[in-house]
C-alpha cells in the first residue's frame, strides 16, 4: 500500500463498519441473555431439553417452594420418560417426586410441577433430578434457606 492509497481510505467508512460490527454483538449477547431468562436453566438427555425454573431461590425456614420443569422433544418420538426430584435431608417433599411422560412428539412440550418445603434447619441445599433414569444427577439445583 502506498501513502496516497491510505490517503484516499474513507475513515468514517471504516469507524462505520467497525460500529456495526459493535451493534451486531450486542444485539446477539442480549438475544442469549434473553433466552437464557425465558427458558431458565436447562439440560439436554437422549432428545429431551429439560428446562427448570425455581419460585424461589431464597425461602424462608418452614416455607414451601415450587420448581416448574419444561420438557421439550427436541429428537424423535419419546417414550417412558421420567424427571424425578430428589432433595436433600433438609428439605421436605410436598409432591410427588416422579412425574411420568408417557409419550411425547417431536417438538411437543409438557410442564410439571413440584413442590417441597423447608425445614427448620438454615443453610443452601442441593435439589437434584434425574431425567435418563439411570439414578445420577442430571441437573443439580440450590435453595438457600434463612
Not at 104 to 126: I, N, W
Amino acid at each position: 500500500m502506498s501513502l496516497k492509497t491510505i490517503k484516499r481510505i474513507r475513515w468514517k467508512n471504516i469507524f462505520g463498519l467497525i460500529f456495526l460490527v459493535l451493534v451486531v454483538v450486542i444485539i446477539f449477547t442480549f438475544a442469549s441473555w434473553v433466552t437464557f431468562l425465558v427458558e431458565g436453566e436447562c439440560t439436554e438427555k437422549n432428545s429431551i431439553k429439560v428446562c427448570f425454573e425455581m419460585s424461589k431461590d431464597t425461602v424462608p425456614k418452614e416455607s414451601k417452594f415450587t420448581i416448574k420443569t419444561t420438557a421439550r422433544n427436541v429428537g424423535e418420538t419419546a417414550r417412558g420418560l421420567g424427571i424425578r426430584m430428589y432433595l436433600s435431608p433438609n428439605l421436605e417433599n410436598a409432591s410427588v417426586t416422579l412425574h411420568s411422560i408417557n409419550s411425547l412428539a417431536p417438538g411437543d412440550s409438557v410442564e410439571r410441577t413440584f413442590t417441597a418445603k423447608s425445614k427448620r434447619e438454615v443453610g443452601r441445599f442441593k435439589i437434584w433430578f434425574d431425567i435418563d433414569s439411570d439414578g445420577k444427577s442430571d441437573k443439580d439445583l440450590y435453595l438457600d434457606v434463612e
